[in-house]
């Protein structure tokens, strides 16, 4: 316990699909995305502990830990499970194609590289997730000639393109996602679903994979 702060026994530090979201959806480092990324490299959920916060927050001032997980959980980034929850069991080709299909209202979804080659897909014919993978690739090409405009002029900072239709609904989105040196980008056709722990599943499988430990 420290100043107004208080750390409830017995939980497990989780992020929320949110908070995989906001870790993951840029390529800038703050202190709450430092944390959330250091979380989704640990193997198994870690104990709501002052010893683990000041770990994964790489800080050893116990109120500022207080004051980083509070802001975290003020935004709805992190909760707290009751029970510990193991990274998901299974070869990450395995892992993929069953946690996207929990990602699109009608399941139609795939993961990209930044190359433009999917690495999986649930709903789309080969042909045309070879398209949208390609297309996702040309789009992330657009947006760096014009990250200056889009953010600085017109303060538009989410990465994120899509393909509407005359009311403004989204037809087909396509989402990057930031693990360390690595872009890959989830394209969905229709609404998506990111608010699943299926979500944050498929980020923390693609951190274990790819990222390394940020100092």
């Known amino acids: 316990m420290s100043g107004d702060y208080s750390l409830t026994e017995g939980l497990y530090l989780y992020p929320t699909p949110a908070g995989a979201y906001y870790a993951v959806c840029s390529m800038e480092t703050d202190k709450p995305r430092q944390f959330l990324r250091r979380l989704l490299l640990q193997p198994q959920t870690p104990a709501l502990t002052l010893d683990n916060l000041q770990d994964l927050m790489n800080h050893d001032d116990p109120e500022k830990c207080f ?47 930044k190359q433009g080659f999917y690495l999986a897909t649930h709903g789309f014919p080969h042909e045309v997730a070879e398209e949208l993978s390609a297309l996702s690739a040309e789009i992330a090409t657009v947006h760096d000639r014009r990250a200056g405009l889009l953010a600085n002029n017109m303060g538009l900072m989410s990465q994120a393109w899509s393909i509407v239709d005359v009311f403004g609904n989204s037809e087909v989105g396509f989402w990057p996602l930031f693990i360390s040196n690595n872009r890959f980008v989830i394209a969905v056709y229709g609404i998506p679903h990111f608010n699943q722990p299926e979500f944050v599943s498929l980020v923390w499988a693609l951190s274990i994979r790819y990222a390394t430990k940020e100092s």
């Open 67 to 113: 004051e980083l997980l509070h802001h975290c959980q003020k935004l709805r980034w992190i909760q707290g499970v009751a029970e510990p929850i193991e990274y998901p069991i299974g070869s990450l080709e395995s892992l993929l194609p069953q946690l996207l299909s929990k990602l699109s209202e009608n399941g139609k979804v795939l993961l990209a590289e």
